[in-house]
């Protein structure tokens, strides 16, 4: 079975400058999970589909930052523009069912912004 | 508000030693518990999961946790440490209200001497 796959696994982009990561979570999945982890930190989340509806969006800033799930299966994440504070590293993730099951994990995208 | 608290940062152990990883949780419920290890440039993996039952819970890679609730805790152990098992260890909580919801604590990362 494959795993979630993420790409790019690195970027390092100028400030100001757009960005867009994309996820396609291990296949029947129906929950999908982007999360942001800083240096020396846990897992952040930043958004969680249920098929292709965000249920909850609470954490992401919305002034920067958009998501969709097109078709309730593959996800992109951008950040449009990039601030230096946004370097960090993004996991996605994705679950079988969302009541408490195990989450699997991306290898994740590491971003650098300068 | 729910919170995890990982007290040691990091954590150096002799290869064949035994291993004990702190984890305090604040939830006002029964709370759906997990333990992740992620390790350099991978995303994380899930070793245990304890939503209820038995207190003491088996995991992958020979690891097992207990679940304390008299002490809010949630230990992680390990009887003889491989050096295959350096890493950065992730304590979660998880919630299920309105939704699922997973935090996770700031991580303890595992050194394994020779």
């Known amino acids: 079975e494959a795993g979630v796959v993420q790409s790019p696994r690195y970027k390092i982009i100028e400030k100001k400058q757009p960005v867009a990561f994309w996820c396609n979570p291990i296949?029947?999945?129906?929950?999908l999970y982007w999360y942001r982890q800083n240096l020396g930190q846990g897992p952040e989340l930043l958004i969680r589909?249920?098929?292709?509806?965000?249920?909850?969006d609470s954490q992401l800033p919305k002034d920067r930052f958009s998501a969709e799930r097109l078709k309730g299966v593959d996800s992109t994440l951008k950040i449009q523009p990039a601030e230096l504070g946004d370097s960090a590293v993004y996991l996605c993730?994705?679950?079988?069912?969302?009541?408490?099951?195990?989450?699997?994990f991306g290898p994740g995208t590491r971003l650098t912004v300068t | 508000a729910q919170s995890v608290t990982q007290p040691d940062i990091h954590i150096t152990v002799s290869e064949g030693a035994s291993l004990e990883l702190r984890c305090n949780y604040s939830?006002?419920?029964?709370?759906?518990l997990f333990w992740y290890v992620q390790s350099p440039g991978q995303g994380l993996q899930l070793l245990l999961k304890?939503?209820?039952?038995?207190?003491l819970v088996q995991g992958i890679k020979g690891f097992e946790a207990e679940f304390k609730r008299s002490q809010s805790s949630f230990n992680l152990r390990k009887p003889s440490v491989h050096w295959s098992d350096a890493a950065e260890y992730f304590c979660?909580?998880?919630?299920?209200?309105?939704?699922?919801?997973?935090?996770f604590g700031a991580g303890t990362r595992l050194f394994v001497k020779a």
């Open positions: 939830y006002g419920a029964t709370p759906y």
């Open positions: 979660a909580v998880g919630k299920n209200t309105g939704g699922f919801k997973t935090i």
């Open positions: 296949s029947g999945h129906n929950t």
């Open positions: 304890y939503f209820s039952g038995d207190t």
């Open positions: 589909y249920e098929n292709e509806e965000a249920v909850d």
């Open positions: 993730a994705s679950s079988l069912w969302d009541s408490g099951n195990e989450q699997y």
